[in-house]
């Protein structure tokens, strides 16, 4: 049985759609998945900037601080953080103290829990801070608290396949703060 021109150039027109509906479905997928990817990055991005944020501003009502209170504000740290290890083998929090006495910033104290492969960018104890976020400047006579969270995370949960993107991404967010009530120097 043979067909007539008009009935291939139908069946040909039907197989052009269902591949033009295909490459639409693909790309359409791709694009929502994508999109709910960067939604997942997005959300653990703003959640431990305000993991730090919290700690900072915890911190800095205190009067004094001693080495019973950071445990607790570990697991302060982690109930912000939710879902999202900041306190063990993924993730870190670090807390510095940074003061100026006489003009020139240093580095007092740190306090670290979590994976210790996390390290703070500002320096090391005793030693001028480095990688202030905006350049800041500590004036002087005042001190400041720094709180660094780590994460390692794994934003892109629906596009590995897609993207071959190698493990997981390594989140930080610092907040500083300056102490209301004491310079917190030790």
């Known amino acids: ?3 007539s021109r008009a009935s291939r150039r139908q069946l040909g027109e039907k197989g ?10 693909m790309a359409g997928l791709a ?3 994508g999109g709910a990817d960067l939604v997942n990055y ?11 944020s919290n700690l900072a501003a ?5 009067k004094q601080l001693y080495a019973g209170d950071f445990p607790g504000l570990y697991t302060l740290a982690q109930q912000t953080a939710g879902a999202i290890d900041v306190t063990s083998t993924n993730g870190a929090t670090v807390f510095t103290g940074i003061t100026n006495p006489n003009g020139t910033p240093t580095i007092a104290w740190r306090q670290q829990t979590g994976n210790a492969s996390y390290t703070s960018a500002l320096g090391g104890v005793g030693g001028t ?3 202030l976020p905006d350049s800041y400047a500590i004036p002087a006579g005042s001190s400041v608290i720094a709180v660094e969270v780590f994460s390692a995370i794994h934003p892109w949960i629906y596009n590995v396949g897609f993207t071959k993107t190698p493990g997981p991404a390594t989140l930080t967010s610092i907040s500083l703060f ?3 009530a004491a310079l917190l120097s030790q």
């Open 178 to 180: 300056q102490p209301r």
């Open 129 to 131: 801070p480095q990688n």
């Open 31 to 33: 694009l929502m998945l």
């Open 42 to 52: 997005m959300r653990a991005r703003m959640q431990l900037d305000q993991v730090s």
């Open 16 to 25: 052009n759609s269902t591949i033009e509906f295909a490459l639409f479905v």
């Open 58 to 62: 915890n911190i800095t009502t205190y």
């Open 1 to 3: 049985m043979s067909h």
